[in-house]
């Protein structure tokens, strides 16, 4: 499977958010969560960090990674107007079925009575780290959307490629692109009217 990740500041922002939620529930919880759902959040902490190590060096600006060297590219479309890039990974060990899951088990709890013992970590950490379950589903949901073949083969091209390669979509690959821009907008952003139309911006040509 492949993962998609955009160079794009609202899915890593909200990705980069889950690092401390994570640690914390992992940490400081898992006894009071029980032993099952314990290993969950640790398996999903786990499968986070491993996803945060697939991100190219361009999309390290927000969380500096050790990287394996330069890698970039820049992305244009018809008529020769910037675009945002996005770079493709392979998932080998299903670490965003993993994220999935787990995000489905922390959903699941916040809906339970609130004595349910996730339910009531999810509150305390609620408090410090707001909302970051949902930006665990919406940043899953973005890692989860399927390329559409004619860019999977062009965002592959760019992954083992230097800062200086410039690409360019060709007219059926541009429709392609919008239309994937349209779902990560979506995913990331939905619900909220004024940032659904901000966040469009950035994929404005």
């Known amino acids: 499977m492949y993962v998609l990740l955009p ?3 609202i ?3 909200r990705f980069f958010r889950l690092d401390k939620p994570f640690a914390e529930l992992d940490g400081l ?3 009071e969560i029980g032993a099952e759902r314990a290993a969950v959040v640790r398996t999903a902490y786990d499968s986070w960090a491993e ?4 991100l190219p060096p361009a999309l390290q600006w927000m ?25 493709i990974r392979e998932d080998r060990d299903g670490h965003v079925a993993k994220l999935m899951a787990c995000q489905r088990m922390l959903t699941e709890a916040q809906l339970h009575d609130s004595g349910d ?9 609620d408090e410090t780290y707001s909302d970051w379950v949902d930006d665990l589903r919406r940043a899953v949901g973005v890692l989860n959307l ?11 091209s760019a992954a083992p490629l230097g800062p200086n390669v410039a690409l360019s979509l060709n007219a059926d690959q541009a429709d392609d692109y919008r239309t994937l821009c349209s779902r990560i907008v979506h995913a ?15 994929y404005a040509s």
């Open 146 to 156: 399927r390329v559409p073949p004619r860019l999977l083969k062009i965002f592959r």
């Open 7 to 9: 160079d794009d500041p």
């Open 51 to 54: 996803l945060a190590q697939l």
């Open 117 to 125: 013992p996730l339910a009531m970590a999810l509150d305390d950490l």
């Open 63 to 87: 969380f500096p990674i050790s990287g394996d060297g330069p890698e970039g590219y820049t992305l244009d479309d018809p008529l020769g107007r910037r675009l945002q890039s996005m770079y």
């Open 188 to 202: 990331l952003s939905a619900g909220d009217d004024l940032g659904h139309a901000t966040h469009h911006m950035l």
């Open 11 to 13: 899915f890593l922002a």
């Open 29 to 31: 919880y898992a006894e």
